[in-house]
T-cell receptor, first 113, second 117 residues
Framework: SQTIHQWPATLVQPVGSPLSLECTVEGTSNPNLYWYRQAAGRGLQLLFY??????ISSEVPQNLSASRPQDRQFILSSKKLLLSDSGFYLC????????????FGQGTRLTVV | AQTVTQSQPEMSVQEAETVTLSCTYD???????LFWYKQPPSRQMILVIRQEAYKQQNATENRFSVNFQKAAKSFSLKISDSQLGDAAMYFCAYRRNNAGNNRKLIWGLGTSLAVNP
């Protein structure tokens, strides 16, 4: 069966520090991968999606970047965090080429102080 | 552009009763998918139910069912025999059935459901 792992679960970082959140999927190949952000009490905002290794599409211009160095690995990064980067970050995957739903990781709660 | 609207920020229901959460959407597409996701306090997003737009029959998953009204662009979720574990934020989501490989979801802002014992 397929599983998705996202870490860390919580993170407190000072303003100006770098960020690296990692997400890996097991049990499938060539998945579509997504990074979402959810501000407190709000819906989900799609940040990045990837349909293959090295293929990243950005939905919202911002202080963050994403990379997909391996087929089932998706990384969310920042060189210098801002206070406004605080939020709940969710990684998700869906089956490539098939109309199915997205499956989510457990999320990372990021607090920038 | 497609949009999803959930007009009820908060709802509450007594344990064992039935509650209906509303969702409307706007699209010019005829072929698409609709989903209800549940986000409990743990904050992991869990798929509850999905509906293919080309299917007239409403989807059902145990105590969860939908009322899909394509012409009205309405997609409500009914939870029967509500349980304490149903307390969560519920999100309605839309995705067009496009030929491309991307599977972007359009999300509503969510409805917070409280279940009273």
């Amino acid at each position: 069966s397929q599983t998705i792992h996202q870490w860390p679960a919580t993170l407190v970082q000072p303003v100006g520090s770098p960020l690296s959140l990692e997400c890996t999927v097991e049990g499938t190949s060539n998945p579509n991968l997504y990074w979402y952000r959810q501000a407190a009490g709000r819906g989900l905002q799609l940040l990045f999606y990837s349909v293959g290794i090295g293929q990243i599409s950005s939905e919202v211009p911002q202080n963050l970047s994403a990379s997909r160095p391996q087929d089932r690995q998706f990384i969310l990064s920042s060189k210098k965090l801002l206070l406004s980067d605080s939020g709940f970050y969710l990684c998700a995957w869906s089956v490539s080429g098939v109309n199915t739903e997205a499956f989510f990781g457990q999320g990372t709660r990021l607090t920038v102080v | 552009a497609q949009t999803v609207t959930q007009s009820q920020p908060e709802m509450s229901v007594q344990e064992a009763e039935t509650v209906t959460l509303s969702c409307t959407y706007d699209t010019s597409e005829s072929d698409y998918y609709l989903f209800w996701y549940k986000q409990p306090p743990s904050r992991q997003m869990i798929l509850v139910i999905r509906q293919e737009a080309y299917k007239q029959q409403n989807a059902t998953e145990n105590r969860f069912s939908v009322n899909f009204q394509k012409a009205a662009k309405s997609f409500s979720l009914k939870i029967s025999d509500s349980q304490l574990g149903d307390a969560a934020m519920y999100f309605c989501a839309y995705r067009r059935n496009n030929a491309g490989n991307n599977r972007k979801l359009i999300w509503g802002l969510g409805t917070s459901l409280a279940v009273n014992p």
